[in-house]
């Protein structure tokens, strides 16, 4: 019993241990239950702090990003700023260099400009000196040397030119002017031409003259060969003389010989055109305008020649052959004596500056056929390319029996002209073993054929057509508004010719100083103001001579 008992007491204590060891567990398991919800907790806690942290740290690192890149942006800005800074420092640097240089340069172009002022003076001062000891040459140029159509006992002025330089002279007392006039028309390269130059001095060394009387020299032949390959076919015959003027009277007499060779020596008469010039020579002036020209004064002791009138027809107006019948009716009527026909082909030059239509020429070449008489056309004024054609023959298309070829032929450096012929009126001037009755001292001048040679070789090789429709189209544009002033009669250009013809006559003397205060230098005469200028003149300088032009003809 006693043992039941005390098992039935262990049991219950063992009971009791274990309830009080389950309460402990349970307890226990409570604690770790609550301590895992609370390490749950933490865990979701620490969880939350790592993603806070690590988005902390994105944005951290976001900043640091942002801030690097400005960083690096701000690094790079006062980079460029320091460049900026170094270059405007270095420009700053050139430019003051630069302002420095300038202001020395400066400096040393006021000194020079105040010797050059203290030597102008003492230039003037001497030149002053030098015209007051020149006076008495100058007084012996008034009273004792003639200058052309002027009178000796109530000369025109005239201004003495120290040095002429392209298309500029240059007078004693400093004044330069633009040459509107190419030295009468035949200066058309310019002065003091280095490859003319050139030719000269050569030629100057080698032989300067020579007679060409039984002897004869390379310029010469070389100018024949040249003067044949440019002038139209039939012209094969050259004859070298010494002036436009002389150049007409071989042609003149070599009309008349012709017809003496061939058997009819009645023939020697010769027919032109009222307002034409030919030259002041005996037989030149014959066949001038025998009223209005320059030599009315010899008419009693001068042949007495046939004039048609003059050509009326402008080459922009439509053709009539009205325009001819006078001069048809007189070599209709008297070719049985006419040597000759004598005309400036489509520009009548001295004789007013007329241009008339090609197709007269034409018709004058077709009745001189047809009546059996020489045709000699004198482009001594319009010969190597003045009017836009190399000969103003081409514009009609036609090709004289004899031609008169002079002033341009050197460019204004040497006196030298030529005739040529056919060979049919050559073979009948020499006819029965005759000679050619005619022969200057300076035919053939050894100096001016070389110069011809280069002059020429010059001419072809430049773009002178070119130069010359630029100055006719200047011409035309220029000086055409002149046209509506009540003092001026008419305007009319063609080729490098430009021509102002007023209604009264100018005074020469006024409007030349008018003409130089403007500083151009042009020779009017009757009632023509008119400027034939080098071909090589630039645009700025044929602004400024039809400027002066339209200054000098405003005032009028």
């Known amino acids: 019993m006693a043992s039941v008992k005390n098992s039935s007491t262990k049991s219950r204590k063992r009971v009791v241990e274990l309830q009080a060891a389950i309460k402990k567990a349970e307890k226990s398991a409570a604690k770790a239950t609550k301590a895992a919800i609370q390490a749950s907790r933490s865990a979701t806690k620490a969880k939350k702090a790592r993603h806070e942290a690590i988005d902390a740290i994105k944005e951290m690192r976001s900043e640091n990003r942002d801030t690097r890149e400005k960083l690096e942006k701000y690094a790079k800005q006062r980079a460029k700023d320091a460049l900026r800074k170094k270059d405007a420092i270095k420009k700053a640097k050139k430019a003051l260099k630069k302002k420095l240089k300038k202001q020395a340069e400066a400096d040393k172009t006021k000194v020079k400009a105040k010797k050059k002022v203290v030597k102008t003076r003492r230039a003037r001062n001497r030149a002053i000196f030098a015209m007051q000891l020149d006076q008495a040459k100058r007084d012996f140029d008034r009273d004792h040397l003639w200058h052309p159509y002027t009178s000796l006992t109530r000369p025109l002025p005239v201004y003495p030119v120290s040095s002429a330089d392209g298309v500029m002279l240059t007078f004693d007392d400093g004044r330069q002017v633009i040459d509107g006039m190419a030295s009468w028309w035949c200066v058309i390269h310019g002065y003091n031409h280095p490859q003319l130059n050139q030719a000269a001095k050569q030629q100057i060394d080698a032989m300067s003259h020579v007679m060409f009387g039984g002897l004869t020299h390379q310029p010469a032949i070389e100018l024949g060969q040249k003067l044949v390959a440019m002038t139209a076919e039939p012209l094969e015959h050259v004859f ?40 002041d020579t005996f037989g030149a002036m014959s066949v001038c305008d025998p ?26 107006q439509p053709w009539s052959d009205d325009a001819i019948s006078g001069f ?51 482009e001594i004024a319009t010969g190597f390319g003045r009017t836009g054609k190399l000969f103003a023959y081409e514009h009609a298309d036609v090709v004289p029996d004899i031609l008169c070829v002079g002033k341009a032929i050197t460019g204004g450096y040497m006196t030298l002209a030529a005739t040529m012929t056919t060979d049919k009126v050559a073979k009948g001037v020499c006819s029965d073993d ?66 102002v013809e007023m209604k009264e006559s100018l005074n020469v003397s006024v409007v030349q100083e008018a003409l130089i205060g403007e500083g151009v230098w042009l020779r009017p005469f009757g009632k023509l103001l008119y400027a034939m200028p080098p071909y090589v003149m630039k645009t700025e300088q044929l602004h400024k001579v039809t400027d002066a032009i339209s200054s000098v003809v405003n005032r009028l």
């Open 434 to 499: 005759m000679v050619f009755m005619h022969g200057p001292t300076f035919m053939s001048n050894p100096l001016a054929c070389a110069v011809a040679n280069a002059s020429i070789e010059l001419l072809l090789e430049s773009p002178w057509q070119n130069r010359v429709q630029l100055i006719e189209s200047h011409f035309s544009n220029a000086l055409e508004p002149l046209r509506t002033l009540d003092a001026v009669a008419d305007v009319r250009s063609l080729g490098a010719i430009g021509v």
């Open 240 to 279: 070298l003389a010494d002036s436009g003027s002389i150049s007409v009277e071989v042609a003149l007499k070599m009309a008349l010989q012709y017809w003496q060779g061939v058997g009819k020596p009645a023939k020697q008469r010769f027919l032109t055109v009222r307002g034409g010039y030919h030259g």
């Open 291 to 316: 009223v209005g020209g320059m030599h009315q004064l010899f008419q009693g002791m001068l042949p007495q020649q046939l004039f048609a009138p003059r050509p009326d027809i402008a080459p922009d």
């Open 328 to 378: 048809a009716e007189l070599i209709d009527k008297h070719s049985h004596e006419i040597a000759a026909v004598i005309l400036e082909p489509i520009v009548q030059g001295t004789g007013g500056m007329r241009f008339y239509h090609p197709d007269y020429l034409r018709k004058v070449r077709e009745l001189c056929d047809q009546h059996n008489v020489l045709l000699i056309l004198d």
